[in-house]
């Protein structure tokens, strides 16, 4: 079975995580959805809430579960039996990092990184900017599932101005 990981923070997913999962489910046997619990930094939404967003949008892919993990992302993929890590790039500034880590995750355990142009309709989105634009009261509809939409409204009150 051919089994990839797609991680990240994911909080929230955005369309243009969706568009990578949706893309990288067609190509694999199973995709597992791995999201990071980073101990240092408190997100707006628990990972559970995360997890419960990303269940929602991705059930109709099929095969792709959604799972969370802490520690290293190659400790993760072999726990998965997945040797593969689909990662989206965005633009060339994504690169330089992106890289780092592949060559890392290849070194440390042999798993593998596979680059997926993001669809340019997705290029200028991310998770900060439209928890930013939410924030201040901002239409996100075009960006995220609606069920984001509806949690990211109820979560922030638009701050006075
Ligand atoms: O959505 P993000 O925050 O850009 O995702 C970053 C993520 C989760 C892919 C990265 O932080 C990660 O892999 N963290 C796990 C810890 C780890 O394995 N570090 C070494 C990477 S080479």
Redesign the pocket.
Known sequence: MRRAVC???FDPVTNGHLDIIGRASRLFDEVIVGV?VNQSKSGLFTVEERIEMLREVTASYGNVRVASFRG???DFCRAQRATVLIKGLRAVSDFDYELQ?AQ??IGLAGVETLFMPTNPLYSFLSSSLVKDVAKWGGDVTPHVPDVVRDALKARLVPPPP
Do not use: Q, Y
Request: proline share 10%.
């Open positions: 991680p990240g923070s990071l290293l992302l190659v880590m890392m995750n």
